[in-house]
């Protein structure tokens, strides 16, 4: 194996976890194969196409993926085929001719052919060594790519029960990894679970109050590409507008356009055409682009595993990279609803992986250990750059700051969403608060020495911490709870995180971040240098037992 590593692909050693997976293959024994993008997924079913005599079936879901992937074979000298819907009936007949003359190591199939009768009875009679399913989350519902025809798979374990299966994917939380050991029961499969972290990554969590500004302000301060995911296709619509219009070089990425226009915005910002792209999670597998500096989330996603992965698609060069996520409780009201009225008996999982994200999003504490546990890679070490560890909350007495919140709600008789109670706050008056009268009471303005950006994050304490409720059947109004009143009556001894003023002001920020760059990028520089040396990504950890998971 060492020799086909060697003289094949040119490498001098295994990624962790590499070699023991293809022994096991080899041993005919299942396996569960969980890297992070670009962990090296493809030479644990590459090496044993060469290996052994046996076919090697490759499933993957998208046609692009597949051509790439042949093509990278090919390249080193595998013989490579493939068989898609995107092929005629000749060319078709063609690759079974070389496969039945045993003229192919690997042949890339896409799922729905895999499952043809015709197509099963021809693989029944060869020698196949291994059937690899890539991209393997997509069997799982409660992964965001799912696919009709990955659900099937667990079939080709009846027709071809001796053949062992390698499943590989790079979404790999407990539900995702159960649903996928389920589907193609892999009861009893060695399972690989790789290092999820991606130290050069930096997430911040800013309140989401003028996403636009603060989209604006945090792109001006930096360099190179970004991608900026929203919820919505009007949405993408809208921000991509907009940030043209301000002079960025912008395109806009959904299922509503025509292939060929997102094919086009694709390409452009793979070449830095453009240097922004605004998306919906549509725009995700097969993005091939390493020196993504930033993503941006102008919404809160679904799931830690969709936002881990969306917010993967930056830094993959392995320089310092950043992961701005905006989030508004407001917003997680509406979503919880979303999914809570949503048809389907998942609704329950959803829900809980919806929980994880909104805690991440609330958390105090170090945001890289809240992502590792969440993918149960326990950690108890502050990572140190993310925003809880560059900037610690610190607390204060926040009694009389709170009072003048709780009373603004009060007195906008428990009407005013948060906007509106921090328009107040700060004296302004657009239509809405002159058509309420808000303009009138007595605390209006009374906030007028703090920026919005610092009220937003008390209103978002206050409702953390029960104060405040948010209705959102009430369009977002805010309304005072039981324990308001003993606030508001002085009987409380309340504590709240100064704001951190992440992404609006302040030059402080800034220069700290700079000089963190400075610091991590030379700590990157020695790592890469180690790693070109070993050729290998630490640390990885090694489950060699499916209940250890
Ligand atoms: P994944 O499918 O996990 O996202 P790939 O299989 O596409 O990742 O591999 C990512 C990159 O890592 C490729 O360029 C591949 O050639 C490289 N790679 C894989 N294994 C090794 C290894 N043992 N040593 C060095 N480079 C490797
Ligand atoms: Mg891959």
């Given at each position: 194996?060492?020799?086909?590593?060697?003289d094949?692909?040119?490498y001098?050693t295994?990624r962790v976890?590499?070699e023991?997976?293809?022994?096991?293959?080899?041993?005919?024994?299942d396996?569960?194969?969980?890297?992070?993008?670009?962990?090296?997924?493809?030479?644990?079913?590459?090496?044993?196409?060469l290996?052994?005599?046996?076919l090697?079936?490759?499933?993957?879901?998208?046609?692009?993926?597949?051509?790439?992937?042949?093509?990278?074979?090919?390249?080193?000298?595998?013989?490579?085929?493939?068989?898609?819907?995107?092929?005629?009936?000749?060319?078709?007949?063609?690759v079974?001719?070389?496969?039945?003359?045993?003229?192919?190591?690997?042949?890339?199939?896409?799922?729905?052919?895999l499952?043809?009768?015709?197509?099963?009875?021809?693989?029944?009679?060869?020698?196949?060594?291994?059937?690899a399913?890539?991209?393997?989350?997509?069997?799982?519902?409660?992964?965001?790519?799912?696919?009709?025809?990955?659900?099937m798979?667990?079939?080709?374990?009846?027709?071809?029960?001796?053949v062992?299966?390698?499943?590989?994917?790079?979404?790999?939380?407990?539900?995702?990894?159960?649903?996928i050991?389920?589907?193609?029961?892999?009861?009893?499969?060695?399972?690989?679970?790789?290092?999820?972290?991606r130290?050069?990554?930096?997430y911040?969590?800013?309140?989401?109050?003028?996403?636009l500004?603060?989209?604006?302000?945090?792109?001006?301060?930096?360099?190179?590409?970004?991608?900026?995911?929203c919820?919505?296709?009007?949405?993408?619509d809208?921000?991509?507008?907009?940030?043209?219009?301000?002079?960025y070089?912008?395109?806009?990425?959904?299922?509503?356009?025509?292939?060929?226009?997102r094919?086009?915005?694709?390409?452009?910002?793979?070449?830095?055409?453009?240097?922004?792209?605004?998306?919906?999670?549509?725009?995700?597998?097969?993005?091939?682009?390493s020196?993504?500096?930033?993503?941006?989330?102008h919404?809160?996603?679904?799931?830690?595993?969709?936002?881990?992965?969306?917010t993967g698609?930056?830094g993959?060069d392995?320089?310092?990279?950043?992961?701005?996520?905006?989030?508004?409780?407001?917003?997680?009201?509406?979503?919880?609803?979303?999914?809570?009225?949503?048809?389907?008996a998942?609704?329950?999982v959803?829900?809980?992986?919806?929980a994880?994200?909104?805690?991440?999003?609330?958390?105090?504490?170090?945001?890289?250990?809240?992502?590792?546990?969440?993918?149960?890679?326990?950690?108890d070490?502050?990572?140190?750059?993310?925003d809880?560890?560059?900037?610690?909350p610190?607390?204060?007495?926040?009694?009389?700051?709170a009072?003048?919140?709780?009373?603004?709600?009060?007195?906008?008789r428990?009407q005013?969403?948060?906007?509106q109670?921090?328009e107040?706050?700060?004296?302004?008056?657009?239509a809405?608060?002159?058509e309420?009268?808000?303009?009138k009471i007595?605390?209006?303005?009374i906030?007028?020495?703090?920026?919005?950006?610092?009220?937003?994050?008390?209103?978002?304490?206050?409702?953390?911490?029960?104060?405040?409720?948010?209705?959102?059947?009430r369009?977002?109004?805010?309304?005072?709870?039981?324990?308001?009143?003993?606030?508001?009556?002085?009987?409380?001894?309340?504590?709240?995180a100064?704001?951190?003023?992440?992404?609006?002001?302040?030059?402080?920020?800034?220069?700290?971040?700079?000089?963190?760059?400075?610091?991590?990028?030379?700590?990157?520089?020695?790592?890469?240098?180690?790693?070109?040396?070993?050729?290998?990504?630490p640390?990885?950890?090694?489950?060699?037992?499916?209940?250890?998971m």
């Amino acid at each position: 194996m060492t020799k086909i590593l060697a003289d094949t692909f040119g490498y001098s050693t295994f990624r962790v976890g590499q070699e023991i997976v293809i022994e096991q293959a080899l041993a005919k024994k299942d396996t569960l194969v969980l890297m992070p993008t670009g962990g090296g997924k493809s030479l644990c079913y590459q090496i044993p196409a060469l290996a052994q005599d046996g076919l090697v079936l490759v499933v993957s879901p998208l046609i692009s993926l597949m051509q790439d992937q042949v093509e990278q074979c090919r390249a080193v000298g595998i013989n490579a085929g493939l068989v898609n819907s995107a092929l005629t009936p000749e060319q078709i007949q063609a690759v079974f001719g070389q496969m039945h003359r045993h003229e192919l190591d690997i042949l890339f199939v896409a799922p729905e052919r895999l499952l043809q009768l015709n197509f099963m009875e021809r693989l029944q009679e060869l020698n196949i060594g291994l059937i690899a399913v890539d991209e393997a989350h997509c069997v799982s519902h409660w992964g965001h790519d799912f696919r009709q025809d990955y659900r099937m798979l667990g079939k080709v374990r009846e027709h071809l029960p001796y053949v062992p299966i390698m499943a590989l994917t790079a979404t790999a939380d407990l539900a995702t990894r159960e649903d996928i050991t389920h589907q193609l029961s892999l009861d009893n499969a060695f399972v690989h679970l790789a290092s999820f972290d991606r130290p050069n990554i930096q997430y911040t969590v800013a309140s989401k109050y003028k996403p636009l500004d603060q989209i604006v302000e945090f792109i001006k301060q930096r360099d190179g590409s970004g991608i900026i995911y929203c919820n919505s296709r009007k949405k993408v619509d809208e921000i991509a507008t907009k940030l043209n219009q301000r002079g960025y070089r912008c395109g806009a990425y959904h299922a509503g356009l025509t292939t060929d226009e997102r094919a086009q915005a694709q390409r452009d910002f793979q070449v830095d055409n453009l240097e922004l792209m605004v998306a919906t999670v549509a725009f995700g597998m097969g993005i091939n682009k390493s020196n993504v500096r930033f993503v941006i989330h102008h919404d809160l996603p679904r799931s830690i595993e969709a936002y881990y992965q969306e917010t993967g698609r930056a830094g993959r060069d392995g320089l310092p990279a950043e992961a701005l996520l905006l989030f508004a409780e407001r917003d997680a009201a509406r979503i919880q609803e979303w999914i809570e009225t949503g048809e389907g008996a998942r609704t329950e999982v959803e829900l809980e992986k919806f929980a994880a994200m909104q805690k991440f999003a609330e958390a105090q504490t170090c945001r890289r250990q809240v992502l590792l546990n969440y993918f149960a890679q326990y950690s108890d070490t502050q990572c140190g750059n993310c925003d809880v560890c560059l900037d610690p909350p610190q607390h204060f007495s926040a009694l009389e700051i709170a009072q003048k919140v709780l009373s603004c709600v009060y007195r906008m008789r428990q009407q005013g969403t948060a906007n509106q109670v921090v328009e107040v706050l700060k004296g302004r008056k657009p239509a809405k608060i002159i058509e309420f009268g808000f303009d009138k009471i007595s605390t209006f303005g009374i906030g007028k020495n703090k920026p919005d950006e610092y009220w937003f994050n008390i209103i978002n304490q206050l409702v953390h911490q029960g104060f405040l409720r948010i209705d959102i059947t009430r369009y977002g109004a805010l309304s005072l709870t039981e324990a308001a009143k003993d606030v508001l009556r002085g009987t409380f001894e309340l504590q709240l995180a100064v704001p951190r003023l992440t992404v609006v002001s302040t030059r402080k920020a800034t220069s700290a971040a700079k000089n963190y760059d400075k610091a991590l990028f030379a700590k990157l520089k020695h790592l890469r240098k180690q790693l070109a040396d070993q050729q290998d990504i630490p640390p990885f950890v090694v489950f060699s037992d499916a209940s250890l998971m």
